[in-house]
């Protein structure tokens, strides 16, 4: 039996930074569901196994706190282990180290497998109950669990798009990553100048597709926390919470 904690190294190119020459957040969430997608794959419920069962492995949730970005030509190695399964969800946290050997953040996740024709979720412990070997319930994940995103009502939405070919993922359907980066366009640049992203969460409500046309409204909560809402038409695509210092 393999290790119940996977560590995968990634390095940071040049291609992945911003203008601050540090990884973006939907590069540091890219790695996130890379090391969950090798962990679970040298498990033996990774997505390639699992399709064999007309099966695939959802994100609901994800919670993102990072105390320091990787810079460029750096190392940054992602710890991941499974914290908790039941029948529906099962939750894997992430721990982010760089070179110097430091925790420079965490990440809590929350995933479902559905069935790839209905888009239901199957009963986890019935699929999959090897899983449960794999569980890791006592190792610290310093990042609070997340607390229920609230809808953002009476306003006007400040950008939308149109979901088009480079955001449609191999199930067809809006990637992930994309959501995030989307949400991340509503800053000014001087924003990102003068603060650092601090705490992102983000709850998939739907799923977006091809020519769907998203609409993100925004209320401020205080001078460093906002909400994000991105709607299609009335209807809660994804909500997020993001948090600066």
């Known amino acids: 039996m393999l290790p119940k904690t996977g560590l995968f190294k990634f390095h940071i190119e040049s291609y992945v930074c911003d203008f601050t020459e540090r990884a973006t957040l939907p590069v540091i ?3 996130i569901l890379k090391a969950a997608s090798i962990h679970a794959q040298q498990r033996g419920f990774g997505y ?6 007309n099966i695939a492995w959802v994100l609901s949730r994800l919670s993102v706190e990072m105390y320091e970005y990787p810079k460029h030509n750096q190392d940054l190695t992602v710890e991941t282990w499974i914290e908790n399964v039941n029948h529906l969800f099962t939750q894997r946290c992430f721990r982010f180290v760089d070179q110097k050997d430091t925790t420079v953040g965490y990440a809590r996740s929350i995933w479902a497998a559905i069935d790839v024709t209905t888009r239901r979720p199957i009963n986890l412990l019935d699929w999959c109950p090897d899983m449960l070997s794999y569980v890791e319930a006592e190792k610290e994940c310093s990042i609070e669990k997340m607390q229920k995103i609230p809808p953002v009502d009476g306003v006007e939405p400040c950008m939308g798009y149109t979901v088009r070919y480079n955001d ?3 199930n067809k359907h809006m990637n992930s990553i994309k959501y ?3 949400v991340i366009d509503v ?6 100048k003068e603060k650092s992203l601090h705490l992102f969460e983000i709850v998939y409500l739907a799923e977006g597709g091809f020519g769907d046309k998203l609409k993100l409204y925004q209320q401020i909560v205080s001078e460093n926390e906002c909400l994000i809402d991105t709607k299609k038409g009335e209807e809660s695509v994804c909500r997020s919470r993001i948090v600066w210092e």
């Open 29 to 31: 969430c890219d790695f």
């Open 48 to 53: 390639e196994q699992i399709l064999n069962d």
């Open 168 to 170: 449609i993922d191999i």
């Open 180 to 182: 995030i980066a989307h």
């Open 187 to 192: 800053f000014d640049l001087s924003l990102f």
